[in-house]
């Protein structure tokens, strides 16, 4: 059974960090890659950042570029994602998923291309 918990969420001013952390078990970590999603209340899921099963190609949504970065480490089944000067606008639910393919070769970031989502972590950015 495979199981995905998210951790590293908060409340944090404009401007501030934030380290979200993603540990997938039940599955064979390196044959797949990840992906960071979100949604805010009324609006849809979006894709923010998804790598590669080997971390060698990476997708960050135009809204992040230049802000977040995704990171993973396969021999901790771990993925991150690092979120520098936030928003008041990246105020969201923040899911990690992993995608429904082994092995793709460039990581999409599309939400149904992704299964097996977390349970979420709660990210509040403040003006």
């Known amino acids: 059974q495979v199981q995905v918990v998210e951790s590293g969420g908060g409340l944090v001013q404009a401007g501030g960090s934030l380290r979200l952390s993603c540990t997938a078990r039940?599955?064979?970590?390196?044959?797949?890659?990840m992906g960071w999603f979100r949604q805010a209340p009324g609006k849809e899921r979006e894709g923010v950042s998804c790598?590669?099963?080997?971390?060698?190609?990476?997708h960050v949504a135009d809204s992040v570029k230049g802000r977040f970065t995704i990171s993973r480490r396969n021999a901790n089944n771990t993925v991150w994602l690092q979120m520098n000067n936030l928003k008041p606008e990246d105020t969201a639910m923040y899911y990690c998923?992993?995608?429904?393919?082994?092995?793709?070769?460039?990581?999409?970031?599309?939400?149904?291309?992704?299964?097996?989502y977390g349970q979420g972590t709660q990210v509040t950015v403040s003006a």
């Open positions: 039940g599955l064979i970590f390196d044959d797949y890659a």
């Open positions: 998923a992993v995608d429904l393919l082994k092995r793709v070769v460039v990581a999409s970031c599309s939400p149904p291309d992704y299964g097996y």
């Open positions: 790598i590669s099963w080997s971390g060698g190609s990476t």
